[in-house]
């Protein structure tokens, strides 16, 4: 018997009965589309965040206060305040002559704070950072300047702002020389800086953020002598282990530490939070997939259903197929090629759709300004083609071996 | 050699423990070429006969050769593939495929057959030409007639040329004139030298065949041949 009679056979009946067959198929269809929607969507999340975690740098390291486990997130990510991590210290990192291969470093302080200028009252975060922070983190000015060494250290008064505070704080008129009120102080705006459109890692998005040099934000606004990280650019990628270990050389000579495992810092690259951003998005992935595929057993549980009935009501043409002839492994066959078809259709709809929703939630986000890639790969589709002919087999396996034990005699007999 | 052989056939039903006799010690000889009518009345077990006899059923006793070979030693396959190969059903309600063209209804035994599907066409064309259905033949099965559906049925069972064609009451479900077409067409065929074996409970159906065996209560009452053989012409028919 070849293969195109039980397909002939499965399309006649999915016709005869269209209602019943799009409910048989329905099932497969949503699992098999929310698969290949939760690949997608999943991969081109997890692609927009790499991205924008690349497109700081590849070649910068951090420095963060306390210690922590190399593949475990830092303290500090639980909400830890540590102290340990000074502005000396960063003097020290970034004179050339300890860390050799970094081209500068830059150190941070964060929060929040209100900004008033001219009635309008906006609670938006800052970062405290040192004058390196442009060339560390890669960022342009626009227009103006950013602050200068001096004004870093001697506590100015003076800000830059994220490209988006020109029209949330100042209606888009040009903020260059205005006065802008930080925490009641007053405060120059010395310059705006270039739209980056991603968010720097770990932290809120440049483009929303007002910068003040490192001294001023620690004491105006945060009242501390520490630093909530470094970041160190390096010349070239291939420097970053040897940087990390001068690194962790010159803090514990300054912490004075001489057993590693006290360490009151951590030191990582940006290698290693890809590699940690990979492990949580695959792993919610992974689990949002699950769950896609618990859609496609209830979609197998449909078809064994269906095909149960089918061969409750075939009785009678099983029961002449074997008359003229049809062996048992024949009847089998058959509506396991059935069974399998139905669902593969199922598969091919599901495909279909979930491509057409993804494309479709990919326009939409990326109207939303988002960098937001259509992915959709080829293994998500050979995945969901196999799992829907897997679902066909598995779940028309007890029906086809139902209507293959058919005794003709009985079958021809059934009314 | 003869194509049918049976010796003390028996068979009973079993349901929970209950058993039903159906066929008790049944002996005759078919052979090659013949038209026989079996008949009796309704639970005389003259369909169970004929279900032994067309290897849909297997007996609980006795000896049944077919074509000299013992067929109670046959497993599952080979007995479909003696059903397909040797042998030709005609059933009372027809059993055509619903929604399928007179076509494939009669190609049907050849998709389990290692013909080659160049072949099939030929066949099935010749098959539904020997019952002047081949006008039909894209038609689908419940665009037909009764009589029609029972000339494609024909057609079925003799595409794969079978060395002995069962029919279970072919002219119950169908009016006179179309019952009387069938028996002719049975009639042709037998003229042309296949086997028949007719199950019927109709006297005037009984005696288009050659012989009759009686049966009552599971068992052979009489086997005679037919003395006033009646010749199905299509118009009218004629007692000899």
């Not at chain 1, 098999?32 to 390291?61: E, R």
């Not at chain 1, 470093?105 to 309008?120: E, I, K, M, Q, R």
């Not at chain 1, 066909?392 to 058919?406: E, L, T």
Request: with cysteine.
């Amino acid at each position: 018997m070849n293969i195109l009679s039980p397909i002939k056979i499965s399309l006649k009946y999915l016709l005869a009965a269209k209602f019943r067959s799009f409910l048989t198929i329905l099932g497969v269809v949503i699992g098999v589309a929310s698969v290949i929607i939760i690949m997608a969507i999943g991969q081109s999340a997890q692609a927009l965040i790499l991205d924008q975690i690349t497109g700081i740098g590849s070649n910068l390291i951090g420095v963060l206060p306390g210690a922590s486990d190399e593949k475990g997130p830092p303290a500090t990510a639980m909400g830890i305040s540590i102290t340990t991590l000074k502005y000396d210290d960063l003097e020290a990192l970034r004179n050339g002559k300890n860390v050799p291969e970094a081209e500068d470093a830059a150190g941070y302080v964060l929060g929040t704070v209100s900004a008033v200028y001219n009635g309008t009252d906006l609670n938006t975060s800052f970062e405290g950072t040192t004058a390196s922070y442009v060339d560390v983190e890669n960022s342009e000015i626009v227009s103006g300047r950013f602050y200068t060494k001096d004004e870093e250290t001697n506590m100015s008064r003076v800000a830059v702002l994220g490209a988006n505070l020109v029209e949330d704080l100042f209606s888009g008129t040009d903020p260059i020389g205005k006065v802008v009120k930080l925490k009641e102080q007053n405060f120059t705006v010395i310059g705006v800086l270039k739209k980056r459109g991603s968010t720097s890692f770990g932290l809120a998005s440049q483009d929303d953020a007002i910068f003040v040099p490192l001294k001023t934000a620690q004491k105006l606004f945060l009242g501390i002598d520490h630093l909530a990280f470094i970041r160190l650019k390096v010349r070239d990628t291939k420097l970053i282990s040897s940087a990390k270990e001068n690194i962790m050389t010159t803090l514990r000579e300054r912490h004075d530490i001489d057993d590693p495992a006290n360490d009151d810092f951590s030191v990582r690259d940006l290698a290693s939070a890809v590699k940690i951003i990979t492990q949580v998005t695959d792993v919610l992935r992974y689990f949002l997939l699950a769950i896609g595929t618990i859609s496609l057993i209830v979609g197998g549980v449909g078809i064994m259903n269906i095909m149960l009935l089918a061969v409750n009501q075939r009785v009678r043409e099983v029961g002449l197929r074997k008359a003229v002839g049809a062996k048992n492994s024949d009847v089998w066959t058959q509506f396991l090629i059935e069974s399998t078809f139905i669902s593969f259709l199922g598969g091919i709809i599901g495909i279909i759709i979930g491509v057409v929703i993804s494309g479709i939630s990919a326009v939409i986000i990326q109207s939303l300004q988002y960098t937001w890639p259509f992915i959709i790969s080829w293994q998500s589709i050979v995945v969901a083609c196999l799992i829907s002919i897997t679902i066909g087999i598995i779940f028309g396996f007890y029906p086809a071996y139902k209507a293959s034990k058919i005794s003709p005699m009985e079958a021809l007999r059934y009314e | 050699m003869s194509l049918i052989q049976v010796q003390n056939l028996c068979k009973t039903y079993e349901n929970e423990g209950v058993k039903t006799p159906a066929l008790c010690k049944a002996n005759f000889f078919v052979e090659k070429g013949e038209f026989l009518a079996i008949m009796g009345p309704s639970g005389s077990g003259k369909s169970t006969l004929m279900q032994v006899l067309g290897l849909l059923d297997r007996p609980t006793e006795g000896k049944y050769f077919f074509d000299g070979r013992d067929t109670v030693e046959f497993d599952d396959d080979t007995l479909a593939n003696f059903r397909n190969k040797k042998i030709g059903f005609v059933f009372q309600s027809f059993n055509l495929l619903p929604r399928t063209s007179v076509f494939e209804n009669v190609e049907l035994p050849l998709l389990y057959d290692a013909t080659p599907d160049g072949k099939n066409k030929n066949k099935v064309l010749q098959a539904l030409k020997s019952v002047g259905m081949e006008h039909r033949e894209k038609y689908l099965s419940n665009q037909l007639s009764g009589g029609e559906k029972q000339r494609v049925a024909i057609a079925r069972a003799l595409v794969n040329d079978p060395e002995i064609i069962f029919a279970d009451e072919p002219t119950g479900n169908l009016d006179s004139k179309s019952g009387l077409q069938v028996m002719k067409i049975l009639q042709d065929l037998n003229n042309k030298g296949r086997t028949i074996i007719l199950v019927t409970h109709e006297t005037y159906t009984a005696e288009h065949a050659k012989r009759i065996i009686y049966m009552k209560d599971g068992e052979i009452v009489a086997d005679d041949p037919v003395k006033n053989r009646r010749i199905a012409d299509g118009e009218s028919e004629l007692l000899k």
